[in-house]
Nanobody, 114 residues
């Protein structure tokens, strides 16, 4: 049973930064693409960034230039650095396998507010 645990969220002012982590347990993630998603109340979960098994990152236009995805395969962990945060980035952030998802974790709340 694969388990994904997101962490690193919090309350930050506009323009601030956060670093999210996604730790994977019960599987080997080195060979698969991993992705970050976010969801706000009343909206569907949306894919915002992913990183291929070879380490190539890809971003939605809404976060391109501000968010950076990386991974440490030895630690079965993926990261996302969030810079220049905006109020519209407020959401619960989730990680999962790119494509067919594992069971979703609890996510980590990011709130951008002054």
């Amino acid at each position: 049973q694969v388990q994904l645990v997101e962490s690193g969220g919090g309350l930050v002012q506009p323009g601030g930064s956060l670093r999210l982590s996604c730790a994977g347990f019960g599987g080997i993630f080195s060979y698969i693409g991993m992705a970050w998603y976010r969801q706000t109340i009343g909206h569907e979960r949306e894919l915002i960034a992913f990183i291929d098994s070879d380490g190539t990152p890809n971003y939605d236009d809404s976060v391109k230039g501000r968010f950076t995805v990386s991974r440490d395969n030895a630690k079965n962990t993926m990261y996302m650095q969030l810079n220049s945060l905006k109020p519209e980035d407020t959401a619960v952030y989730y990680c999962n396998r790119l494509g067919v998802p594992y069971t979703w974790g609890q996510g980590t709340q990011v709130t951008v507010s002054s």
